[in-house]
């Protein structure tokens, strides 16, 4: 059984940077494409970037150019840095495993950490 747990939220002040962490147990981690997801209070939660097995990446258009999903495959960890923190990014941070259609859409299998807080507020 997949397991995600995150780590690396917190307060920050707007234009600060944090890293969050995911690590993944459970199965062989290098067929799956992961991606972070937030949901701030009363919201959906949304997609926020995905990152192929491979090297393709997604991102929303709210963090392009400010955050950067990557992942190191020895050690089974997915991060997400986030530069340019403002205070609408304010959300708890899941992590999540899951696949890429033949349409280049992210699917979300049901594998979800437990989330981190990120709060971006003076």
Do not use: H
């Not at 209070?41 to 990152?51: M, N």
């Amino acid at each position: 059984q997949v397991q995600l747990v995150e780590s690396g939220g917190g307060l920050v002040q707007p234009g600060g940077s944090l890293r969050l962490a995911c690590a993944f147990s459970g199965s062989i981690f290098s067929p799956y494409a992961m991606a972070w997801y937030r949901q701030a209070p009363g919201k959906q939660r949304e997609l926020v970037a995905s990152i192929t097995s491979g090297i393709d990446i997604k991102y929303a258009d709210s963090v392009k150019g400010r955050f950067t999903i990557s992942r190191d495959n020895a050690k089974n960890t997915v991060y997400l840095q986030m530069n340019s923190l403002k205070p609408e990014d304010t959300a708890v941070y899941y992590c999540n495993a899951g696949k890429y259609t033949a349409y280049n859409s992210y699917v979300p299998y049901d594998y979800w950490g437990q989330g981190t807080q990120v709060t971006v507020s003076s």
